[in-house]
C-alpha cells in the first residue's frame, strides 16, 4: 500500500549566534599581562597599546581575569561580564595602577551609507582632563566634553586625511596634536586617546580599524 504523508518535512540548518572580542592593554605602566577568559588564556605578554585579534565566543556569561605576564596568582583584575549574541566588543584594560578596571566597548554592528567613514573617540587616559576632540576638515567633526571612560557615538565623515587636536574642555588648552592620518572608505574607527597626558608613557592615540568594519554576526 503506498502511503502519501500530507506534508514533507524540511530541515533548515540554524546558524548559532556569535559574538567577538579582542583586548586592548590600556594601563599606562603597567607591565605586559596576560589574559584569562573562563580559565581560558586569550594573550600572552600582552603590552601596553596593543590589541589582539578578534575571537569568536559563545554569546553568555564570563569570568574575566588579569594577571602580569608569567603570573597564575593575585590578579590585576577579576570580573565578570555577558557577552551578548551577534555583537562585537573591545575588552580594555584601563585606569591608572592603583585603580585598574575593565572597560567593555561595543563595536556594535551597524549599516554604514556607502562611501562614507566613521569615527568615534575614547577616553582612556586616566590623568586627562575632559576634553574637546576635533577633526581637521571643512566639516566641523567635534567630540565635546568627554570625560575618561566615555565612549562617544559614531560620527559620519568623507572618507580622507584628517589631522586630531585634543585641547581640554574646561581651558582649551591643546594637549595634543595628531598629524594628518588616512581614514578609508566603508570603515568604522575609533580614536582611543591613551597614556599620561603628565607623564610616561605619554598621551597618544591608538586608530583601530573596528571589528563593526569587516565582521559578520
Known amino acids: 500500500m503506498f502511503f502519501c504523508p500530507l506534508f514533507t518535512p524540511t530541515l533548515f540548518r540554524v546558524n548559532p549566534p ?15 599581562i596576560d589574559i584569562y577568559l573562563n580559565d581560558r588564556l586569550m594573550a600572552s605578554n600582552l603590552s601596553f597599546k596593543k590589541f589582539t585579534e578578534y575571537s569568536p565566543i559563545a554569546p553568555g556569561y564570563y569570568t574575566l581575569k588579569i594577571f602580569v605576564s608569567g603570573k597564575t596568582s593575585n590578579p590585576i583584575i577579576d570580573t565578570s561580564f555577558f557577552a551578548t549574541p551577534n555583537n562585537i566588543f573591545t575588552a580594555a584594560a584601563a585606569g591608572n595602577l592603583n585603580n585598574i578596571h575593565l572597560k567593555l566597548i561595543e563595536d556594535t554592528p551597524m549599516t554604514i ?10 577616553h582612556l587616559s586616566p590623568d586627562t582632563p575632559t576634553v574637546n576632540v576635533a577633526l581637521t576638515s ?13 565612549v ?15 585641547t581640554a574642555a574646561h581651558s582649551g588648552s591643546v594637549i595634543l596634536i595628531v598629524p594628518s592620518t588616512p581614514f578609508g572608505p566603508n570603515k568604522f574607527y575609533s580614536i582611543y586617546a591613551v597614556g599620561l597626558s603628565a607623564g610616561n608613557p605619554p598621551l597618544q592615540v591608538l586608530l583601530p580599524l573596528d571589528g563593526n568594519s569587516y565582521l559578520k554576526v
Open 113 to 122: 551609507v556607502p562611501g562614507t567613514t566613521m569615527i568615534r573617540f575614547i
Open 18 to 32: 556569535i559574538t567577538y572580542i579582542r583586548f586592548l592593554h590600556a594601563i599606562p605602566s603597567a607591565l605586559n
Open 152 to 166: 562617544t557615538n559614531y560620527q559620519q565623515v568623507s572618507p580622507g586625511h584628517y589631522g586630531i587636536q585634543i
Open 138 to 150: 571643512r566639516e566641523g567633526i567635534t567630540f565635546n566634553n568627554v570625560s575618561f571612560g566615555e
